[in-house]
């Protein structure tokens, strides 16, 4: 298990869990980032992580990103 910010970009990853607070793993439930949920890395820009949650594509800053738990 390592943070989204160590994931190999370009290669599908699984989340294992979201360690943020209530309010934050909510939102980010309703984005679809959720346990269990596959997302893909796609690219590292000046601090911020864009990952592709099924068919779409969303922007992480690298602080939450590292609070999102992948394998």
Known sequence: MLPLVAAPLGGEVR???VAAEDKVKRHLENLGILAGQTITPMSDNMGNT?????ESRLVVNNGLAAKI???
């Open 69 to 71: 738990f992948v394998e």
């Open 15 to 17: 989340v294992a869990k």
């Open 50 to 54: 864009v990952i592709r949650v099924k």
